[in-house]
């Protein structure tokens, strides 16, 4: 079964930090763009980070950039998503996702699209920052 399930959600004060987990299964993610995407209620599933495959290119957003990193173990087949100095914004439920054919991080990340196949989503893991 081709799968990716997150871990390391949970809540933190602002100013305090967590690290994400995505473990993938039935297949590898050495061969994947990846990108983690947060969910707030109200809004559109957006892309906060994203790393390319092979040349492991990254894509962060604005409101995350300086304080968010992603980065990935292909050895362990598993992405960690990285967030220091936590803020209430960031709250929401973060899922990370694969793509095969990406084109490019940007357009993963951006645009929630793939240029070939599906994405694999994972069942998302929680985040959040409150005091």
């Known amino acids: 079964q081709v799968q990716l399930v997150e871990s390391g959600g949970g809540l933190v004060q602002p100013g305090g930090s967590l690290r994400l987990s995505c473990a993938a299964s039935?297949?590898?993610?050495?061969?994947?763009?990846i990108g983690w995407f947060r969910q707030t209620p109200g809004k559109e599933r957006e892309g906060v980070a994203c790393?390319?495959?092979?040349?492991?290119?990254?894509y962060y957003a604005d409101s995350v950039t300086g304080r968010f990193t992603i980065s990935r173990d292909n050895a362990n087949n598993t992405v960690y998503l990285q967030m220091d100095k936590k803020k209430p914004e960031d709250t929401g439920v973060y899922y990370c996702?694969?793509?095969?054919?990406?084109?490019?991080?940007?357009?993963?990340?951006?645009?929630?699209?793939?240029?070939?196949?599906?994405?694999?989503w994972g069942k998302g893991a929680p985040g959040t920052v409150s005091s």
């Open positions: 790393i390319n495959k092979y040349d492991e290119k990254t």
């Open positions: 039935g297949f590898g993610l050495e061969h994947y763009t």
């Open positions: 996702a694969a793509v095969h054919d990406a084109l490019s991080v940007q357009y993963m990340c951006v645009g929630l699209r793939s240029a070939g196949g599906a994405i694999v």
